[in-house]
């Protein structure tokens, strides 16, 4: 399993970001892939999930109608939609994989990306 992480950057609070995270070693669309972030000293946290095939999606109260995670099954490729971004979105964020249902939590994943940065100035 490999997940690669792309689209990350510094922004202005109230900007957009776009995040990209292509997958390869596994039958995609047979998986839930998840966005997960972690800021400085803080504990990694769960973002967004996407299951499987149907694509049902799963949001933190946090990201809630500012973020929308999406995926292209053809493709291999997962996506995050980062609206009204605020200050405190600023961390490093993790594409992560899991062949069975959809969670949020970090310790149900067992395969990540190596992250990308979200920067985001006041």
């Known amino acids: 399993v490999q997940l690669v992480e792309s689209g990350g950057g510094l922004v202005q609070a109230g900007g957009s970001l776009r995040l990209s995270c292509a997958a390869s070693?596994?039958?995609?669309?047979?998986?839930?892939i998840a966005w997960f972030r972690q800021a400085p000293g803080k504990e990694r946290e769960g973002v967004s999930c996407i299951r499987r095939r149907y694509g049902s999606t799963y949001y933190a109260d946090s990201v809630k109608g500012r973020f929308t995670i999406s995926r292209d099954n053809a493709k291999n490729t997962m996506f995050l939609q980062m609206n009204s971004l605020k200050p405190e979105d600023t961390a490093v964020y993790y594409c992560?994989?899991?062949?069975?249902?959809?969670?949020?939590?970090?310790?149900?994943?067992?395969?990540w990306g190596q992250g990308t940065q979200v920067t985001v100035s006041s």
């Open positions: 992560a994989a899991r062949n069975y249902y959809c969670s949020l939590y970090a310790t149900d994943f067992g395969s």
């Open positions: 070693g596994f039958t995609f669309d047979d998986y839930a």
